[in-house]
């Protein structure tokens, strides 16, 4: 049981490239949540979804594109990269949304630095 | 911003000192969650206490909460080496997303 992976672990973009990062979750969860971890603030939510072909945004999209085709996947694009999406990208699942009393299950991240 | 604070930032202390660590947040809550983040790797979850609950306990975490004055604290007794990890709070309301705090950074010293 893998819980929840993230690929890659690691990246480094120049400003303009394109890329997507990929979660998987082995859980069945209905909800799934892409985070950014930056020093000193904490974790903030980019997009999340509540199911298999939904996607809604969460504190901070701009620049980001969200897609949930399978329900075991949700994938994060960043269209064009700019210096300030430098980052540590946590991708979380959970069985139901935030007033569902029920925990989220983190992976371990991806760490993206755009030059 | 819904997100919470924790305090204090940083904390330092002898293995088998008591922890301290506080949250504060700004609206009505359905729960609070802590969770444990290790350096390098995701955050882990560690207890989960609902609205209606004033204190919740587990092994060594004893986690209180009041609703009156939107806080919360997370207790960790006999702290071992261990348990040196970021430590956040997270709450969530009547909807679908969860807000977390800033973090202490808990440093246990053998």
């Known amino acids: 049981n893998a819980g929840v992976t993230q690929t890659p672990k690691f990246r480094v973009l120049k400003t303009g490239q394109s890329m997507t990062l990929l979660c998987a979750q082995d859980?069945?969860?209905?909800?799934m949540y892409w985070y950014r971890q930056d020093p000193g603030m904490g974790l903030r939510l980019i997009h999340y979804?509540?199911?298999?072909?939904?996607?809604a945004k969460g504190e901070v999209p701009d620049g980001y594109n969200v897609s949930r085709l399978k329900k075991q996947n949700f994938l994060l694009g960043l269209e064009s990269a700019a210096p300030s999406q430098t980052s540590v990208y946590f991708c979380?699942?959970?069985?139901?949304?935030?007033?569902?009393?029920?925990?989220?299950?983190f992976g371990d991240g991806t760490r993206l630095s755009i030059l | 911003s819904q997100q919470g604070e924790e305090d204090p930032q940083a904390l330092s202390i002898q293995e088998g000192e008591n922890a301290t660590m506080n949250c504060s947040y700004k609206?009505?809550?359905?729960?609070l969650q802590w969770y444990r983040q290790n350096s390098g790797r995701g955050l882990v979850h560690l207890i989960l206490?609902?609205?209606?609950?004033r204190e919740k306990h587990s092994g060594r975490l004893r986690v209180t909460l009041d609703t009156s004055k939107k806080s919360s604290s997370l207790l960790i007794t006999a702290s071992r080496a261990a348990d040196t990890a970021s430590y956040f709070c997270?709450?969530?309301?009547?909807?679908?997303?969860?807000?977390f705090g800033t973090g202490t950074s808990l440093t246990v010293i053998p």
């Open positions: 859980m069945n969860h209905e909800y």
């Open positions: 997270a709450t969530a309301s009547n909807g679908n997303q969860f807000y």
């Open positions: 979804s509540v199911g298999e072909g939904t996607t």
């Open positions: 979380a699942s959970s069985q139901t949304g935030g007033a569902g009393n029920q925990p989220q299950h």
């Open positions: 206490i609902r609205s209606n609950e």
């Open positions: 609206t009505s809550i359905n729960n």
